[in-house]
């Protein structure tokens, strides 16, 4: 799985402002017609993949959710969080 944030250089918790920054940042420096460097375009493509997943807020959702349930972020506390869930749903 792909870390959109960690290609934007973003935190998981930044804003869609900051995003859109990240983005024209990022897309500036490895767009294809300014960055003559072999592996500038699969990375302008990665940046754009990472755009339009972060920009629109139900993909972000979507992700975010596939992300926390892979335990990229945090691994213990969703670990713990994922098993009280289940705890509860078995008690009840």
Partial sequence: MKDYYAILGL???ATSEAV???YRRKALQFHP????APEA?????EIQEAYDVLAD???RFA???NRRRNLLDKPL???LE???HYIEGVLQ
């Fill in 20 to 22: 859109r920054t990240a």
């Fill in 57 to 59: 807020p139900g993909h």
């Fill in 41 to 45: 375009s699969e990375k302008f493509r």
């Fill in 33 to 36: 017609d300014r960055n003559a």
């Fill in 77 to 79: 506390e969703t670990a």
């Fill in 11 to 13: 935190a998981s918790d």
């Fill in 82 to 84: 994922i098993w009280q």
């Fill in 63 to 65: 992700y975010d959710e």
